[in-house]
């Protein structure tokens, strides 16, 4: 029994099977469960059992931050889309109707925000790499055909399209060899960022398959791998007692190998992530192999919106030899409205974080804003004579030539969004608009 629960089998729960789960079932009220099917209907909802067991606190529902994060809230643009497909659910509207409905809505919700689909993909000999992204010159973005899915979900994801069955919307591809001569074509491409999804739910084997070619190529330019993933926040079994955790760790040990710098992009959320043996044993195991973990987190209304949470977080990360890297703006796509709050408060967060930290825990880079021109960071607000200005900068952009070149918008407490922004000092555009965007050099 003991060792049943210390090594815990993996069990994801979907819309179907969610409430036979007794915790869940005896901690919601009749109408929390409607609104969870609702949104479920339309956003894609899975939880497993480590986030049901270990990370919720079921005596502090609807306010627990994780339970907030990965249970479908009333998290729809507007309560009309709500209440349509609430409608359609009383009525016992027919399948062939509310998947038509569904797949409406779902179109409303932006599913590709900041041009993903039209910029960003690759082409070699005129021939499209739909499994790729290359906007920023030195990082290529590689999303597995398999690591397209996540231990759970999270209820504001933007990548949600790719996990409910819009194929033509589906970023994928089975073959790494174009990746490989990709990669080699571009001698500017230093790092390889592997996403999803989560790669990390892909078994050891099959993570082998894309990572062994890579890293066997000799391409003498590529020297940083990265892997984004949620796992160590929302299964860091898969590190540690999964039936094929050991093959993991030995892939990262053979990239290590062979001289690549291996990040793990930790997506952190809360410190509550951080405080289970699991997560414990997990990053320990992954920091003896070498490898850096790097963490990353959108900042979110009703999930981490103070500053005493970041401050809690990021030293505990430090504490656990993790490294902050950046606080992100969540998207404008899907269930921003309800999670998202004003570039102004994120802002004021992120600094007084940074005011209680000392500079290890200091290394993470934001308010950011992954935009359509790039990764903007909100630098601050500077009092002029004239009035409030942000002071803006791009972290990265297509072009090169932008960054670090600061550039200011009018202050506005609303703005959740780089797009609600206009520049400062009455000019008609921003610097970076004035030529048109650029792709950046990915021919
Ligand atoms: C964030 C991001 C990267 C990586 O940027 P770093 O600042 O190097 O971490 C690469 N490509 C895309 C499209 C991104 O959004
Ligand atoms: S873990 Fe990442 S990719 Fe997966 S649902 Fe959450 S935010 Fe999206």
Sequence with gaps: MLGSLMHPKYQAYSLKTIF??????????????????????????KVDNYV??????????????????????????SYRQFNLVADALRRGETDDRMTLLVNLIRRELNPHPAGQMEHNIPVINGHELRGMQHKY?????????????????CSFCFRWPQFVGIDELKFAMEETAELVDYIRAHPYITDLLITGGDPLVMSGEVLRAYIQPIISSGIEHLINIRIGTKALGYWPYRFTTDKDADALIRLF?????????????????????????????????????????????PILRRVNDSAEIWTQMWKEQV???????YMF??????????????????????????????????????PVMSANQGKIEVSGVAELPGGKIFVLKFLQSRN???????????????????DSLTPAFGARQFFFEETGVKKA???
């Excluded at 606190?57 to 998290?75: A, C, E, G, M, Y």
């Excluded at 010159?137 to 979900?153: D, I, K, M, N």
């Excluded at 291996?262 to 405080?275: I, N, W």
């Excluded at 504490?319 to 890297?325: A, D, F, K, T």
């Design 329 to 366: 703006i969540t998207r404008d796509t899907g269930a921003q409205d309800y999670f998202a709050l004003s570039l102004e408060k994120a802002l004021r967060i992120y600094q007084n974080s940074c005011a209680q930290l000392s500079g290890l825990a200091k290394t993470a880079r934001g």
């Design 319 to 325: 504490q656990l030899g993790c490294i902050p890297y």
């Design 441 to 443: 050099g990915v021919s």
């Design 52 to 77: 049901i067991d270990e990370l919720i606190d079921w005596s502090n529902i609807p306010d627990d931050p994780i339970f907030q994060l990965t249970f479908s809230q009333r998290v729809m643009r």
């Design 137 to 153: 010159r030195e990082t290529v973005l590689f999303f597995p055909a398999r690591g397209q899915t996540c231990h759970s979900y």
């Design 400 to 418: 090169p030539e932008w960054l670090h070149q600061p550039f200011f918008a009018e202050f506005n407490d609303q703005a959740i969004w780089f």
């Design 253 to 297: 040990d053979e990239i290590m190998e062979q001289d690549f710098h291996l990040s793990v992009m930790a997506h952190f959320t809360h410190p509550t992530e951080l405080r289970t043996n699991a997560v414990r044993k997990a990053i320990a195991r992954i920091r003896n192999t070498g490898a850096q973990i790097r963490t990353q987190s």
């Design 20 to 45: 036979k789960n007794e915790k869940v079932s005896r901690a919601l009220s009749a109408d929390q469960k409607f609104a969870i099917e609702v949104v479920g209907r339309v956003l894609p909802f």
